[in-house]
T-cell receptor
Framework: AQSVTQPDIHITVSEGASLELRCNYS??????LFWYVQSPGQGLQLLLK??????LVQGIKGFEAEFKRSQSSFNLRKPSVHWSDAAEYFC?????????????FGTGTRLTIIP | EAQVTQNPRYLITVTGKKLTVTCSQN?????MSWYRQDPGLGLRQIYY???????DKGDVPEGYKVSRKEKRNFPLILESPSPNQTSLYFC?????????????FGEGSRLTVL
């Protein structure tokens, strides 16, 4: 069965500093990988996705992620965070079954930005 | 504006009192799904629907029912809520012709069962 691990429950970074959120997955084949962001009181919004090809993918809001098959990782990065980036970030893998767009989510990483 | 709308956004209820959380999307999406979000567990799928009158169980369907009588609506029904159903619930939708896994989420419904 597929699974996603986000080892960091909570990360605090200073505004303007760089950010890396970790994600490891377990999956039998080439995965579809996603990062979603949940701002306070909001639903989840897709930041970026990886299906195939270039292993460095660009997303919205200045985020990027790199797929590393050898490490089963899909870490999210941003060179300089803004206060508005404070949110919860979810890594996800899937879907695997035709017709069911089910994603398997990690437990999330809460990002706090300090001035 | 394209959106997925859930109601109510917040609800406190008591054990055994039937309730329905509504979900409506205005994007003519075929696929709709319900997730619950719990601390330390991430989001888990409850039910999904591929189109009108087509529904199926997700990973945690116990204690829930759904229906899909119209394309735009996908209500989540708790016939006899219990405290372990206290959670944050999300409805999501996507069109068949979108890349896999690109879901549009509602803003969530926080349910507390006493």
């Amino acid at each position: 069965a597929q699974s996603v691990t986000q080892p960091d429950i909570h990360i605090t970074v200073s505004e303007g500093a760089s950010l890396e959120l970790r994600c490891n997955y377990s999956y039998g084949a080439t995965p579809y990988l996603f990062w979603y962001v949940q701002s306070p009181g909001q639903g989840l919004q897709l930041l970026l996705k990886y299906f195939s090809g270039d292993t460095l993918v660009q997303g919205i809001k200045g985020f990027e992620a790199e797929f590393k098959r050898s490490q089963s990782s899909f870490n999210l990065r941003k060179p300089s965070v803004h206060w508005s980036d404070a949110a919860e970030y979810f890594c996800a893998v899937g879907p695997t079954n035709f017709g069911n767009e089910k994603l398997t989510f990690g437990t999330g990483t809460r990002l706090t930005i300090i001035p | 504006e394209a959106q997925v709308t859930q109601n109510p956004r917040y609800l406190i209820t008591v054990t055994g009192k039937k309730l329905t959380v509504t979900c409506s999307q205005n994007m003519n999406h075929e696929y709709m799904s319900w997730y619950r979000q719990d601390p330390g567990l991430g989001l888990r799928q409850i039910y999904y629907s591929m189109n009108v009158e087509v529904t199926d169980k997700g990973d945690v369907p116990e204690g829930y029912k759904v229906s899909r009588k119209e394309k735009r609506n996908f209500p989540l029904i708790l016939e006899s809520p219990s405290p372990n159903q206290t959670s944050l619930y999300f409805c999501a939708s996507s069109p068949f012709d979108s890349p896999p896994g690109e879901l549009f989420f509602g803003e969530g419904s926080r349910l507390t069962v006493l």
